[in-house]
């Protein structure tokens, strides 16, 4: 019943936005081809997908997300797991992090081009700054947080390195680690288009570009459609993982 | 003496002034022996307790279990807390075997033993349950089955029944002296309830705050089988009182 409420907001809720999405279409004096109407998107939708356009950009955006954010969350994890050991460490470390942390990551793109060129790369970089500090920072927090009754028992029962990490101080900080994990896809998936679109040839950011360029913005529409589309549904399996974890570990949500 | 702590002083500062959680206290316990620290809050008890288990190191004096002085925690001396520590993460069963896990026990083996201690606490069939599954007083069962797993010399318990209710806790206070008389297990066990002392100890050490220090140590002249409706028992009890100078003593004229 809950999700047929939730699954009737959905509906509602986008049926309304494309509604006002026509409104605006019909009262607007724009030209045509500079603001299509919703009708004109979904054409360009079905001609990108027909032509295998929208999968092959997918495709290679989705690579370049994986292997960004992958990488990303697997360092940030590690180092915070010893960051968060040592605190002392961590003083002379956080400063150089919080000042970094502010800059966009769309900022450090023309100098990521230049030392390694249009293509793969940059995007890949630029999703791994995006969700580094958030990851790395929840890691910390959620290690210097765990409960000190974890780690008396740990030592009691003569648990140690590395066999502490991964058996008690890593479950105990997970549920922290996890929010930040997912707070981090978010904006990982959001500068990966703006890599795209500035460092590479391919994929969904520089579709958008390229259809600038052609004045399609049916496509460059469509494309955002998508892009959407996609972050929603990396939102869901993200939460379904969490779910899956968390529950095999007794349920500590 | 298996135990010994010699003239051990613990101070702490807190807020620029300095407290004195442990002044002078000399204390000798016997192999096999059940062993309260009774007193208000602030009288070091738990205090003198991690200093037993290793937790806390004393400022001076010594702290000596078998001849050797306590510089850390061991797995031959395991500590019960009053909120369990068992990881949430891990089911019933896999908290027992915690400890047997670093003693590098087989897997089968680990599984034998965590199962044979949780029948001994009387929860045979909970193996797969997880601990935010349980009520705290099996929580609290299952930090004790996984500290008898390991077979330790000795269990320090700082007041392990002291979130729970009290039928619960009567309940749990039975099964620990039945499980202490048949382990033949050396337990110090830290507790601010008079009568939980007297029905559990084979000697009380009666502590005192500001400054932390030991009173007097009271022997308990009671049997293994305790009735805490008994004439003995009461009579116990009321000494115990009489040192907290909380008996009344005025005369009460009685209208039944």
Known sequence: MKKLLSLKNIVISIAILILIWQLLFMVSSYDKALFPSPKMALDALIEMTENGRLAENVTTSMYRFAAGYLSSVTVAVILGLILGRLPKVFQYINPAVQLLRPISPTAWMPFIVLLFGIGDVPAIVIIFIAAFFPVLLSTVAAVSNIDPIYLKVSKNFGIKQPALTWKVIFPAAFPQIANGIHLALGTAWIFLVAGEMVGAQSGLGYQIIDARNNIRADILLATILVIGLIGIILDGILKLIEKAILRSWGGVS | ?256
């Open chain 2, 1 to 256: 003496m298996y135990i010994e702590v010699k003239d051990a002083c613990k101070k702490f500062v807190q807020d620029g002034k300095e407290f004195t959680a442990l002044d002078h206290v000399s204390l000798d316990i016997e192999k096999g022996e059940f062993i309260c620290l009774l007193g208000p809050s602030g009288c070091g008890k738990s205090t003198l307790l991690n200093a037993l288990a290793g937790f806390e190191k004393v400022s001076s004096g010594s702290v000596r279990i078998d001849g050797k002085e306590v510089t850390e925690p061991s797995i031959d001396n395991i500590t019960i807390f009053q909120n369990y520590g068992l990881l949430p993460w891990r089911n019933v069963l896999k908290n027992v075997e915690l400890g047997l896990e670093s003693k590098k026990v087989p897997k089968e083996e680990r599984e034998k033993t965590a199962k044979k201690y949780l029948g001994l606490v009387g929860l045979s069939g909970y193996e797969k349950r997880y601990p935010k599954q349980l009520s705290g007083g099996q929580q609290q069962r299952v930090a004790i089955a996984r500290g008898l797993a390991v077979d330790p010399e000795i269990i320090f318990m700082d007041e392990p029944f002291g979130a729970l209710d009290a039928i619960t806790r009567m309940k749990l206070q039975e099964d620990i002296l039945k499980i202490s008389r048949e382990e033949k297990k050396t337990i110090i066990f830290v507790t601010h309830d008079i009568e939980e002392a007297v029905f559990l100890a084979d000697r009380i050490v009666v502590m005192m705050a500001d400054p932390g220090r030991i009173k007097s140590i009271v022997k308990v002249p009671l049997g293994s089988h305790r009735d805490r409706t008994n004439d003995d028992f009461l009579y116990v009890r009321d000494k115990i009182f009489e040192l907290f100078n909380m008996k009344v003593n005025d005369y009460i004229e009685y209208n039944i």
